[in-house]
């Protein structure tokens, strides 16, 4: 069985989408197909697992001293990616709050699937789980270029008046020193310190739909760059935020999808930013440029700053077996020097 056999396996091993309205199940696919060799099964006890893992990374050439954190890197994530259970069509949010339409372009995952899977791209637990986490259909959270991450907060109505007036530059130059400073605590918890490059894509407010969108470039000390791609929806009581995240190379890939997933996320009636009512909602302490800068929540913590992610997640790929990825585009009928196609 090779490296290939497991990429593979770990990109099959999760369940397929389910309408949202349908019970759903943990995934029962164990096995793959290569188009060239007969179908592998990875085992489905964790011994076996990791046993199995463990040949393949000593028949790859992996140094002895990093063996054991790469078998129990990958098998946390198979192990994982087989216990999700995602969701299509219409989806829910938060008691009424809000709708996601994903049809069967996209999949969704839960607020506890979506916590485990930012812990393990190598990220801290975030301090409160995101309401969820979107792909698009069929695709993984560990071999996929690019996730949307879910969370809503409930601190107020954000009055937009600043919005027109706003000095981007000034608001990146604060952002970049707040990184900065912030780098210390990453440090000391264990995890990489973090420089924000600059805007990948400027702030830009629609005024009458009421929706914030930005990127921001991160590089880690370890040299991974990654993307955070974010849309906030302003509603009656609080802010709907989407984050993308993925490797700064997938810019063009990244805006094209969340520009095809916006329009799938409405508040629900009574719930939208004119529903508003100030004799009886109370007004969120900050603005549009607080938003931005992630002061609105702050309850996430360190979480929202900390998407270097998806390069992280994928150091199980790059252990010398550069031919695998080649293999596995082959296999899903990609070739390797393809463009991406269209997303949404």
């Not at 006890?45 to 790469?70: H, I, W, Y």
């Not at 969704?108 to 916590?115: K, R, T």
């Not at 004119?274 to 702050?298: E, N, Q, Y």
């Amino acid at each position: 069985m090779t490296l290939t056999s497991l990429l593979f396996s770990l990109a099959l091993a999760q369940s397929e989408p389910v309408p949202a309205d349908a019970a759903a199940v943990p995934a029962a696919a164990e096995a793959a197909t290569d188009t060239d060799a007969a179908a592998v099964t990875l085992p489905a006890d964790p011994k076996g697992l990791r046993d199995a893992v463990r040949l393949e990374l000593k028949a790859s050439g992996t140094p002895d001293a990093e063996l054991e954190g790469e078998v129990e890197r990958i098998a946390v994530r198979i192990e994982l990616e087989r216990s999700l259970t995602p969701m299509i069509g219409d989806v829910a949010l938060r008691d009424g709050l809000a709708t996601l339409h994903l049809g069967t372009d996209y999949q969704f995952l839960p607020s506890d699937q979506a916590a485990k899977i930012i812990v393990a791209w190598g990220n801290p637990p975030p301090s409160q789980p995101p309401l969820g986490m979107i792909l698009t259909a069929g695709a993984s959270p560990f071999t996929d270029t690019w996730a949307v991450i879910l969370d809503y907060d409930d601190q107020g109505h954000v009055d937009d008046a600043e919005a027109s007036s706003m000095d981007f530059d000034a608001l990146l130059k604060d952002m970049q020193q707040g990184t900065k400073d912030a780098n210390s605590g990453r440090q000391a918890a264990g995890y990489d310190a973090l420089e924000l490059v600059g805007w990948a894509e400027p702030p830009h407010y629609d005024a009458v739909a009421k929706k914030l969108y930005w990127a921001q470039q991160l590089k880690s000390s370890t040299g991974g760059e990654s993307l955070n791609y974010d849309i906030r929806v302003l509603g009656r009581r609080g802010v709907l935020s989407l984050s993308a995240v993925s490797d700064i190379s997938a810019l063009p890939e990244v805006k094209a999808g969340m520009s095809a997933l916006l329009p799938l996320v409405d508040f629900n009636p009574g719930e939208s930013y004119s529903d508003f009512d100030p004799s009886t909602d109370k007004l969120a302490a900050v603005g549009i440029g607080a938003l931005i800068a992630g002061g609105l929540a702050t309850k996430a913590g360190l979480f929202k700053m900390l998407f270097v992610g998806l390069l992280a997640a994928k150091k199980f790929v790059v252990l010398g077996i550069a031919g695998a990825i080649a293999a596995f585009n082959k296999w899903r009928g990609v070739k390797s020097d393809d463009p991406k196609p269209p997303i949404g």
